[in-house]
């Protein structure tokens, strides 16, 4: 039976992370952006990141290009973006595709668990940058969130699964 532990992508630094090493943690999984009208999450994100990381909780940031070309930088420029404008300190993975033959294995996993409200007619397809999938401790994909959910909204959801 596949799981989320069950996947692995190098880091912005090219190094491997195996996401079986945040077994037991709420995960909030999201495809960013560096020039997207919804980058200012990033801030949410790691607001929520410093708040609930000693309880458990982590954030993964998978920057993609798939949508409007919003992500063009190396991967050293996503790093220097992210640490300079949000003071990121989350993980974030190298630069994967979301949709499509290319797709990275884990999003076609979490897109077969939660397709979306318009799943059915769309094949579970990744809308736009910064849709967002809730895991948690269980590894178990409890939610997924448009891009206009900003992170914050997440909140109660999160505090709920932090507190099993």
């Known amino acids: 039976m596949e799981s989320i532990y069950d996947f692995s992508a190098p880091l912005l630094n090219g190094q491997p992370q195996p996401l079986a090493a945040f077994r037991g943690q709420v995960l909030l999984i999201v495809?960013?952006?560096?020039?997207?009208?919804?980058?200012?999450q990033y801030a949410g994100l790691e607001a929520m990141f410093r708040a609930y990381a000693p309880r458990k909780f982590t954030v993964l940031g998978f920057p993609c290009n798939q949508f409007g070309g919003q992500e063009p930088?190396?991967?050293?420029?996503?790093?220097?973006?992210c640490t300079e404008n949000y003071g990121v300190s989350f993980p974030v993975f190298a630069k994967i595709d979301v949709n499509g033959a290319q797709a990275h294995p884990l999003y076609h996993f979490l897109k077969r668990k939660k397709p979306g409200a318009l799943g059915v007619f769309t094949g579970g397809?990744?809308?736009?940058?910064?849709?967002?999938?809730?895991?948690?401790?269980?590894?178990?994909?409890?939610?997924?969130?448009?891009?206009?959910?900003?992170?914050?909204?997440?909140?109660?959801?999160?505090?709920?699964?932090?507190?099993?």
């Open 31 to 40: 495809n960013a952006a560096s020039h997207c009208g919804f980058t200012p």
């Open 73 to 81: 930088g190396s991967e050293a420029e996503i790093d220097q973006f």
């Open 125 to 164: 397809r990744i809308l736009w940058n910064f849709t967002k999938f809730l895991v948690d401790r269980q590894g178990n994909v409890v939610r997924r969130a448009g891009p206009s959910v900003r992170p914050e909204r997440l909140g109660k959801q999160i505090e709920a699964l932090l507190a099993r």
